[in-house]
């Protein structure tokens, strides 16, 4: 069993910043892409930003240049520092990985529970 464990949401004003982080945990024989979505009220899930096992890097435009992700493989964490917040990037952020399990050939999606992110005016 894998589970996915994020941390580190919160209100913040407007210009701020948050570090969120989700650690991987459980029979995990390796992972992929790990990465972020948020899903904000009435809007569909949409992916943040992800990284992949090469350090591979992708950014929706909307946060570029303010988020960072970055990730431990070692300890198999992603992080997501973002700074300049606004109050649109207010959101339940998700941590998704791509893991592939203990005797297994396949890659499965795992998300963690959600994270909210509140950014006032």
């Known amino acids: 069993q894998v589970q996915l464990v994020e941390s580190g949401g919160g209100l913040v004003q407007a210009g701020g910043s948050l570090r969120l982080s989700c650690a991987a945990s459980?029979?995990?024989?390796?992972?992929?892409?790990m990465g972020w979505y948020r899903q904000a009220p009435g809007k569909q899930r949409e992916l943040v930003a992800d990284i992949t096992s090469g350090g591979t890097i992708n950014y929706v435009d909307s946060v570029k240049g303010r988020f960072t992700i970055s990730r431990d493989n070692a300890k198999n964490t992603v992080y997501l520092q973002m700074n300049s917040l606004k109050p649109e990037d207010t959101a339940v952020y998700y941590c998704?990985?791509?893991?592939?399990?203990?005797?297994?050939?396949?890659?499965?999606?795992?998300w963690g529970q959600g994270t909210q992110v509140t950014v006032s005016s």
């Open positions: 998704n990985a791509k893991i592939r399990i203990t005797y297994s050939f396949a890659s499965y999606d795992y």
């Open positions: 459980g029979s995990i024989d390796s992972i992929n892409a």
